[in-house]
């Protein structure tokens, strides 16, 4: 088992910044790839970031690029997720997440274990 805990969100303004945490215990962190997703109302769960066991790997969806950097500190057991340039449009709760493997997933089926979430709300 992994018991996953997300702290950062909060409400900023459109072109800030925020940085989420999420920090792991129970089943060796480091063997496992990690993810953020993020759901906004009435919208599915989205992949948003995702990275290897050791970092060396990552995966950004397209409207993230280059403005989110996903990383992990694997002697601290947590992953963070950097935002830059915020739109109106990143408004949702985000949630870590985790596969019971140690390569990336793209794909939200296999992703087995999941935080509580924390919003994120960005005003224009």
């Known amino acids: 088992q992994v018991q996953l805990v997300e702290s950062g969100g909060g409400l900023v303004q459109a072109g800030g910044s925020l940085r989420l945490s999420c920090a792991a215990s129970g089943r060796t962190f480091s063997s496992l790839s990690m993810g953020w997703f993020r759901q906004a109302p009435g919208k599915e769960r989205e992949l948003v970031a995702a990275?290897?066991?050791?970092?060396?790997?990552?995966y950004y969806e397209d409207s993230v690029k280059g403005r989110f950097t996903i990383s992990r500190d694997n002697a601290k057991n947590t992953v963070y997720l950097q935002m830059n340039s915020l739109k109106p449009e990143d408004t949702a709760a985000y949630y870590c997440?985790?596969?019971?493997?140690?390569?990336?997933?793209?794909?939200?089926?296999?992703?087995?274990?999941w935080g509580q979430g924390t919003q994120v709300t960005v005003s224009s």
């Open positions: 990275i290897s066991l050791r970092g060396g790997v990552t």
């Open positions: 997440a985790a596969p019971p493997k140690s390569t990336i997933s793209t794909r939200k089926s296999e992703y087995e274990y």
